[in-house]
């Protein structure tokens, strides 16, 4: 199983400052014959499912502010809020969808300072 | 507007059964694969089972092989969760999520608002 390791596990960030989600795959997520990496971002409020945001590691499902941005490819992935909004306060994950049995990381929870 | 509505969710003794159920609209069903995602109360995520479109082929996560058996009524747009021996430990809310053709291979574009399953005596 591909073990998916986020960091930090909270952090607080001051409104329109920057915060910084790191997401680890115990192995690689890259598919070599399409170059994609099968790496998602979800964000989740109390009380309410999972929202996709980022899939392939970096693009921005429809409707998603483009404040957030995701990178990073193989095994080390990167979620970035450019300017934190308080709507942004959630817990986000990272998953990988490259092989059964999908995974997800433990989840970050954002607060604002 | 795609949609998915869980049901079935309920309180069960350890060792007892329970059938969920998912409710699929606003989309072609039958051309995607659709998986069960778990979180325990205050807990993270976790796949449980997915099936295919076309051929229903199944995958399950290891902690619930043997016990669970997901199947799917293209027909009816209906997905559902067959659990059997349920244990403490399978009490969580249950989501119905869509994601490609395959189980693995999409991100989840679309949750339901999830069922919960309560395992206690």
């Known amino acids: 199983d591909i073990v998916m390791t986020q960091s930090p596990d909270s952090l607080a960030v001051s409104l329109g400052e920057r915060a910084t989600i790191n997401c680890k795959s115990s192995q690689s997520v890259l598919y070599s014959s399409n170059n994609k990496n099968y790496l998602a971002w979800y964000k989740q409020k109390p009380g309410q499912p999972p929202k996709l945001l980022i899939y392939w590691a970096s693009t921005r499902e429809s409707g998603v502010p483009d404040r957030f941005s995701g990178s990073g490819s193989g095994t080390d992935f990167t979620l970035t809020i450019s300017s934190l909004q308080a709507e942004d306060v959630a817990v986000y994950f990272c998953q990988q969808y490259y092989s059964t049995p999908l995974t997800f990381g433990g989840g970050t929870k954002v607060e604002i300072k | 507007e795609v949609q998915l509505v869980e049901s079935g969710g309920a309180l069960v003794q350890p060792g007892g059964s329970l059938r969920l159920s998912c409710a699929a609209s606003g989309f072609t069903f039958s051309s995607y694969a659709l998986s069960w995602v778990r979180q325990a109360p205050g807990k993270g995520l976790e796949w449980v089972s997915g099936i295919s479109a076309s051929v229903g082929r199944t995958y399950y996560a290891d902690s619930v092989q043997g016990r669970f058996t997901i199947s799917r009524a293209d027909s009816k747009n209906m997905l559902f969760l067959q659990m059997n021996s349920l244990r403490v430990d399978d009490a969580a809310i249950y989501y119905c999520?869509?994601?490609?053709?395959?189980?693995?291979?999409?991100?989840?574009?679309?949750w339901g608002r999830g069922t919960l399953v309560t395992v206690s005596s």
């Open positions: 999520v869509k994601g490609g053709q395959t189980v693995a291979g999409n991100a989840y574009d679309t």
